[in-house]
Nanobody, 127 residues
C-alpha cells in the first residue's frame, strides 16, 4: 500500500492549489480517504474525508473553500483548495482508513487513529 502526494507549493493569499494523492496497492473507492494537515508546533488536523459512497465531511475552517474528490478510474485522490489564507500553511497528508464508510458521527473521521496508511506529505505555504 502506497500513497504519494503531489501539488504542494507556495501561493499568495487568495490563490488556489490542487493536491493529488496517487494510490497503489489498494482501491480508493473501497476506503475512507482523508486529507490532514500539520502546521509547525501544532497537532495533525483532519481537513476532509470522502468514503466509498462519495459522502464527505470538512473541518469548519475550510468549508466552502476546499473540495475533496476521487478519480476512481485513476485511483487518485484530489484536494482543490481555493481562497487560501496564511493559516492554511501546513504539510498536507493523505490517508486511508480500512473502512468503506467514514465514521462521520462525533467527527471521528478527523481522528488520525482510524487511518492505517499515510503519505509522506506535501508542503503548502500561503503568504
Amino acid at each position: 500500500v502506497q500513497l504519494v502526494e503531489s501539488g504542494g507549493g507556495s501561493v499568495k493569499a487568495g490563490g488556489s492549489l490542487t493536491l493529488s494523492c496517487a494510490l497503489s496497492g489498494f482501491t480508493a473507492s473501497q476506503y475512507c480517504m482523508g486529507w490532514f494537515r500539520q502546521a509547525p508546533g501544532k497537532e495533525r488536523e483532519g481537513v476532509t474525508c470522502i468514503d466509498n459512497d462519495g459522502r464527505v465531511a470538512y473541518v469548519d475552517s475550510v468549508k466552502g473553500r476546499f473540495t475533496i474528490s476521487k478519480d476512481n478510474a485513476k485511483n487518485v485522490l484530489h484536494l482543490q483548495m481555493d481562497s487560501l489564507a496564511p493559516e492554511d500553511t501546513a504539510v498536507y497528508y493523505c490517508a486511508a482508513a480500512p473502512t468503506h464508510r467514514c465514521p462521520f458521527y462525533d467527527n471521528n473521521w478527523s481522528k488520525t487513529s482510524i487511518y492505517n496508511w499515510w503519505g509522506q506529505g506535501t508542503q503548502v505555504t500561503v503568504s
